[in-house]
């Protein structure tokens, strides 16, 4: 369950936060106990966000992005696609799968976006868009000048402006769901020690590895 508490529809006053309890799960639902939406989703991102009203207007706000963005609609879901598995959030990763598969991006290219180092399937563009991404999220945002030329030849300063704005958006969205564990990110730590068989007391394994033979 999430680290944050869901904040139940009895709760809320904000007109915004109701507006969307109602658009996502229907007027006479309580999301917030009744969880379920229409991509498979719990969708406590919503009842968590709701805690605070001010964070929730602004983080919808980001969303309508998407209308008035002036940039491809399939480069836009690549950068957030790969921001997704990129900061290891199974939630923004799969949401992102299911809006490229909505597109009608054909299925061998949404799964790729996990290895496109290797594949074939991406124009010079999408890889730039790609390795762009990577730059951003797994090096912070240290991109080589060669990837940048790439947009550039492609893109207008304000394409690659709202590019970049969309895809740190949503790995902020990544990061917050997996530290809050939102959504499909309610998993459990997957590095933890596993334990010594039976006997094996408290045996020192570096004179093992490092002793003579």
Known sequence: MPRLREVPRAEVTD?????????????????AVDHGTAT??????WTVFAQSPTVFRHAVR?????????????????????AGWARGSQFVFSQHCKQLRAMGVPEDKIQAV??????????ALERAVLAYTDGIVLDGGRVHDEVFA???RHLSDEEILLL?????????????SKVLRLEFDDRDEPVVEIAAPSGYGGRDIASDLGGDR
């Not at 915004?16 to 229907?26: A, P, Q, S």
């Not at 980001?62 to 790969?82: M, T």
């Not at 970049?164 to 917050?176: D, F, P, Q």
Request: charged letters at 25%; glycine letters at 8%.
């Open 164 to 176: 970049t704005y969309i895809t740190c958006l949503y790995e902020m969205h990544a990061t917050m």
């Open 114 to 123: 996990a290895y496109w180092q290797t594949a074939d399937c991406f124009s």
């Open 15 to 31: 007109e915004r936060v109701l507006f969307f309890y109602d658009r996502l799960f229907g007027p006479d639902r309580d999301p």
């Open 150 to 152: 790439v947009l550039r």
């Open 40 to 45: 498979g989703s719990p969708g406590d991102w």
């Open 62 to 82: 980001g969303f309508a992005l998407y209308r008035d963005a002036k940039v491809d609609p399939l480069l836009r879901e690549l950068g957030q696609c790969r």
